[in-house]
């Protein structure tokens, strides 16, 4: 059973659907691939916004469903790594969600998405027992973007017809 707040988040994104699919649509291989340079552009210039918002906001139609929904899988099959490499992994998740949570172009909404997607795969490798400092980072995190997501949802739905 849904709670009213997820109902609100299905419908928000059925109403911002269209955008989406009048935008040039990626296959789930090139999502896959572009999360993968994503991925390796946050570790390689260290979370460094001044230096990754410029390639995004080339790519902003990459930055969309597929790619939130190749995230798991992708993600999954890079965690297969040892233990060093799940954790560096996993922080360039929490600087990739921190810094897409605050990219000021795309689609908002999505942005977040991709952000409490990435924190949540994260969260898996950062456990509160293996890595307590980090789990906590990125939980606080992850409670931000959901607070935010929240938000937008508020707003739009408060200036939109229901």
């Known amino acids: 059973m849904h709670s009213g707040y997820e109902d609100l988040r299905h419908r928000w994104h059925r109403r911002w ?9 990626i296959g789930a291989e090139d999502a896959r691939q572009f999360l993968l340079e994503t991925l390796q552009l946050v570790a390689e210039k ?8 410029p390639v995004w906001a080339q790519q902003q139609v990459r930055f969309n469903e597929e790619l939130l929904a190749a995230m798991p899988t992708v993600i999954a099959q890079l965690f297969q790594q040892n233990v060093e490499q799940q954790t560096s992994i996993a ?8 810094l897409i949570n605050q990219f000021p172009l795309g689609t908002r909404w999505l942005n977040l998405e991709l952000g409490i997607a990435a924190y949540e795969q994260a969260l898996t490798v950062r456990t509160q027992s293996a890595l307590p400092v980090e789990w906590a ?3 606080n995190n992850l409670a931000i973007a959901q607070l935010s997501t929240r938000t937008q949802i508020s707003k739009f739905f408060k200036n939109s017809e229901i």
Do not use: F
């Open 137 to 139: 980072q990125t939980t």
């Open 91 to 98: 922080a360039d998740l929490v600087n990739l969600g921190n």
């Open 17 to 25: 659907d269209w955008g989406l699919r009048t935008a040039a649509p």
């Open 46 to 53: 260290q979370g460094n916004s001044q230096q990754i918002y």
